[in-house]
């Protein structure tokens, strides 16, 4: 099977807003979602700061979810399920005129959020709103689909996880449509004391927005975020019969286990240009082709300076040329969203011409050096794009994306500001 595989349904939920359009404003403004914690009390906690999702989301998803139904999830299953919503509607698909077996739904979940900031649970729902296999039961029961419906959890990959195996049942010919993305929030006491421990974690609080700085000198660590992002995968044939917006291809992937330490990546680096140069090998794409990468860049020491490593080993000299941007200094770190997050900045970035920036980005590292995009958008004509998601556990993931050519000039800067 050769079948071509489009993303086309796209939506975002996260700290800068709760739509694509409001996310993609935020996010080329270059504006921070990070902020003082208001779910819980955190003054016993050295981190104090990260990325909420606004408290309108609350009210904002009741015209997707159903009372009792709401009832029966988490908070952050509610992100995940008015998320899909959404991105159907953006697709235009209608699975009435569809074969139901040949639409799948798969989502990256670390956990699902049922901690101890969750409100309103009682016997009767705690069972549900504990299954990490709900987010993606709901959304199939929504639409009934029956084709594969599970979860993933491959840490901070999950979701890039979700997306490459939506890919590869439509690729295979097991699937039409893939219902494909991820969730998460881990801003609650037990889990930011946790990785306070690891010394994993900003302690930057004050000012919040400040905190997250990848690739930067005084980095000290990951700033916590939630959200959810969600993708709509097509078969390009499928897609095109029925006429449908195509917001960028999915041209392949690579998934990869270090087997090397279970938080540390591996030395140097290596882990992670062996998953890139994978990628790029079964995405039949060339070092010279890619114009941008959307990063993992999450503010830690290593990683940070593992990922440029990996970078310079796959694309030598080519590396100081291909702009490196990180969307979590915007957006923090949103754990089993990630993938699904910067996947769907990396489809915007293609079909907008646009690459959004680091924030933060004020005192250079002299040993990572290449163009990180500091503080400013850049307007480019962009053609094939990475998105690097790496886990705890040396879960690794590069998807490879394509600009879709409709014969439309692209729109550039003005129309993603």
């Known amino acids: ?173 097991q699937a039409d449509i893939v219902i494909a993305g991820g969730a998460d929030s881990i801003i609650n006491f037990e889990e930011i004391q946790g990785f306070n421990a690891l010394y994993a974690l900003s302690v930057a609080n004050d000012p919040p927005e400040k905190a997250s700085k990848p690739f930067s000198k005084d980095r000290d660590g990951f700033v916590i975020g939630e959200g959810a992002g969600v993708l709509i995968l097509e078969s390009k044939e499928h897609a095109l019969g029925r006429n449908a917006r195509i917001h960028a291809e999915i041209a392949g992937y690579a998934i990869t286990s270090e087997a090397y330490n279970i938080m540390a990546p591996m030395k140097d680096g290596e882990g992670m240009a062996q998953t890139i140069a994978l990628a790029l090998k079964n995405a039949g794409v060339r070092n010279n082709e890619v114009s941008y990468i959307n990063a993992h860049g999450t503010s830690t020491e290593l990683n940070d300076r593992y990922e440029t490593m990996a970078i310079k080993q796959v694309f030598g000299d080519l590396a100081y040329r291909i702009p490196v941007s990180s969307s979590k200094s915007m957006l923090g770190h949103t754990i089993g969203a990630a993938g699904a997050i910067e996947a769907i900045i990396t489809a915007m970035s293609l079909e907008n011409g646009v690459i959004p920036p680091t924030i933060n980005y004020n005192q250079p590292d002299p040993d990572l050096d290449l163009d990180y995009v500091p503080n400013i958008p850049r307007s480019a004509d962009l053609q094939v794009a990475l998105s690097n998601s790496f886990g705890f556990g040396g879960h690794n993931a590069t998807l490879v994306l394509k600009k879709h050519f409709t014969g439309i000039p692209s729109p550039g800067l003005k129309s993603g500001a």
Do not use: H
């Open 1 to 173: 099977m050769t079948n071509e595989v489009v993303i086309t349904g796209m939506s975002l939920i996260s700290s800068l807003g709760l739509s694509l359009e409001e996310n993609w404003k935020n996010i080329v403004a270059g504006k921070s979602g990070v902020n003082y914690i208001t779910l819980f009390d955190p003054v016993k906690l050295t981190t104090r700061i990260a990325a909420e999702v606004p408290p309108e989301f609350e009210e904002f998803s009741r015209q997707y979810i159903k009372k009792r139904a709401g009832g029966q999830m988490t908070r952050v299953t509610r992100m995940c399920f008015t998320a899909a919503k959404m991105a159907v509607a953006d697709s235009g698909i209608d699975f009435g005129q569809v074969d139901r077996m040949r639409c799948g739904v798969i989502m990256g979940v670390v956990s699902t959020g049922n901690s101890s900031t969750e409100r309103d649970t009682t016997p009767q729902n705690t069972v549900f709103k504990t299954m990490t296999n709900s987010m993606a039961a709901w959304i199939s029961l929504e639409y009934n689909l029956m084709g594969p419906s599970f979860a993933v959890n491959t840490a901070c990959a999950s979701s890039a996880y979700a997306i490459a195996f939506g890919y590869e049942m439509i690729k295979n010919g």
